[in-house]
T-cell receptor
Framework: EADIYQTPRYLVIGTGKKITLECSQT?????MYWYQQDPGMELHLIHY???????EKGDLSSESTVSRIRTEHFPLTLESARPSHTSQYLC????????????FGEGSRLTVL | AQSVTQLGSHVSVSEGALVLLRCNYS??????LFWYVQYPNQGLQLLLK??????LVKGINGFEAEFKKSETSFHLTKPSAHMSDAAEYFC???????????FGKGTRLHILP
């Protein structure tokens, strides 16, 4: 069973609020990822990290930002939420090498009113 | 660049019938291939993966997939569908060029009683 946790699972907030989605893993993985999942299922990579102090933007442009100060922690922040940010956000981690699979958290479903 | 195409955003099969979910990939180097399943309001869970070696890969819950290089395919099958198989299924590809895993758009599997 994967040891990767996301909080909150569900969040409903008003426009203009700052939010942080938390993601933590206890597997010691260096590689971590954030995906945004459309209502119609498709996953888009928005951020990734290869280790502490490493962050990169993914294939889908996002107004969110991430930080990686500790190996186990990879939070995602929206400074000013808008209705267009309504989506499901999935955090994942991956072990060493390129043959390993991603381990996913259960997701954070964000609704911005 | 890598890409994944999943044919059919929705597939319906009768309980007890064969399940076949199609996946074709594009990669100029040997790929690593994955199938994930997502149940409602949850993250993604690995069903099976192909890295090297035997091209027929067995996974959890009775699923299997066969890597066919000549057809650039990695179709997912299960001999007999169960109601509990109703979920979203994602095919994904990565390779040795970078650490990203690229996902297809997903196929929603419906099981008819």
């Amino acid at each position: 069973e994967a040891d990767i946790y996301q909080t909150p699972r569900y969040l409903v907030i008003g426009t203009g609020k700052k939010i942080t989605l938390e993601c933590s893993q206890t597997m010691g993985h260096d590689k971590m990822y954030w995906y945004q999942q459309d209502p119609g299922m498709e996953l888009h990579l928005i951020h990734y990290s290869y280790g502490v102090n490493s962050t990169e933007k993914g294939d889908l442009s996002s107004e969110s930002t991430v930080s990686r100060i500790r190996t186990e922690h990879f939070p995602l922040t929206l400074e000013s939420a808008r209705p267009s940010h309504t989506s499901q956000y999935l955090c994942a981690s991956r072990g060493d090498g390129n043959t390993g699979e991603l381990f996913f958290g259960e997701g954070s479903r964000l609704t911005v009113l | 660049a890598q890409s994944v195409t999943q044919l059919g955003s929705h597939v319906s099969v009768s309980e007890g019938a064969l399940v076949l979910l199609r996946c074709n990939y594009s990669s100029s180097v040997p790929p690593y291939l994955f199938w994930y399943v997502q149940y409602p309001n949850q993250g993604l869970q690995l069903l099976l993966k192909y890295t090297t070696g035997a091209t027929l890969v067995k996974g959890i819950n009775g699923f299997e997939a066969e890597f066919k290089k000549s057809e650039t395919s990695f179709h997912l099958t299960k001999p007999s569908a169960h109601m509990s198989d109703a979920a979203e299924y994602f095919c994904a590809v990565s390779d040795d060029r970078d650490d990203k895993i690229i996902f297809g758009k997903g196929t929603r599997l419906h099981i008819l009683p």
